[in-house]
């Protein structure tokens, strides 16, 4: 029985993977003490904070991971630039116990939040810059072969990366 065994001691806590069908979501802030995103990251946390749901101390006692009930318009993604991650679906996360002081003791369903948080640490793309004249580009009909296509992309300066991107050797 896990609550046994942890009871023993030897370990920083208990774990379970998160599941799309539970609609358990975790958000995972990394380094928090040190933290060079302030900005970013203060906004994560005062959706939290809004959201009255659990907190806790990651297992390094430098991060914060926290539980919300919702979806996520995808199964995770991680943020290396800000150090988050958010995961809804097959990832096992660690749960400490070191609950934060003043924060909620059980998983809160909180879409909004869920939403809000995705919108910072994930913001939408802005579309690449065309050019000066901010025409589409054009298609360029071309009459070579497909050989000769190939060749002259092998002959190329970076002919030999191309190759190995080719035969699949990357």
Do not use: C
Not at 22 to 29: F, K, P, Q, R, Y
Not at 31 to 37: I, T
Not at 61 to 70: E, M, Q, V
Request: aromatic share 8%; charged share 20%; hydrophobic share 40%.
């Amino acid at each position: 029985d896990v609550s046994e065994a942890y009871a023993r001691g030897g370990y920083a806590g208990v774990g379970f993977v998160v599941d799309r069908t539970t609609e358990v979501v975790g958000v995972d802030i990394d380094k928090l003490v040190a933290h060079k995103h302030q900005s970013e990251v203060k906004q994560v946390l005062l959706s939290l904070a809004r959201s009255g749901t659990y907190v806790e101390w990651s297992p390094s006692g430098t991060g914060l991971r926290a539980f919300l009930l919702g979806n996520l318009p995808f199964t995770g993604k991680n943020n290396r630039t800000l150090g988050v991650e958010v995961y809804g679906d097959g990832r096992y996360l660690t749960v400490t116990g070191a609950r934060l002081p003043d924060v909620g003791v059980s998983l809160v369903a909180s879409q909004s939040a869920i939403d809000e948080i995705i919108g910072i640490v994930f913001p939408p793309l802005t579309p690449a810059v065309r050019g000066l004249n901010d025409q589409p580009a054009t298609a360029t009909v071309t009459s070579l072969s497909d050989a000769e296509v190939l060749h002259r992309a092998r002959a190329a300066k970076n002919g030999a990366m191309f190759t190995m991107l080719w035969e699949g050797r990357w």
